[in-house]
């Protein structure tokens, strides 16, 4: 039995494949389930304006997920997100326990302004 590992995933899939979505992640929780793997979050965060083009593309569909499987498993969701031309980038990052709560994306506005505070004053001479 090969040990589970904790991933979080986000992939960025081209908008014009957006109606597809819905079939793309089934895929990819099948994959993750037929190993014994488990899918702890997912969120669909929708169409959204990247931070610079991609292939002269300006938005794209995100979806983040967060997964606990094993590498083998890892390695075939990589080949699928790699060989599926309606995926512009993807992006995985191991990390130490399940996350399970809501992301500070979905959370809205108000709460990621709390999170983060800037302050882009000028600084004061003491």
């Not at 990621?112 to 800037?118: G, N």
Request: glycine letters at 4%.
């Amino acid at each position: 039995m090969t040990t589970l590992r904790h991933y979080e995933i986000v992939v960025l899939i081209h908008p014009d494949q957006s109606e597809q979505v819905p079939a793309m992640v089934e895929r990819y929780r099948s994959v993750v389930a037929k190993d014994g793997g488990q899918v702890h979050r997912f969120e669909d965060w929708g169409r959204r304006p990247l931070a610079y083009s991609i292939e002269k593309v300006h938005k794209a569909h995100y979806i983040l997920m967060n997964i606990e499987c094993g590498k083998d498993t890892l390695a075939v969701l990589k080949d699928l997100f790699r060989y599926n031309d309606a995926i512009l980038r993807y992006l995985c990052l191991v990390r130490e326990e399940a996350v399970t709560e809501m992301s500070p994306m979905m959370r809205g506005d108000e709460s990621r302004r709390d999170e983060v505070e800037l302050d882009f004053s000028e600084p004061r001479e003491e």
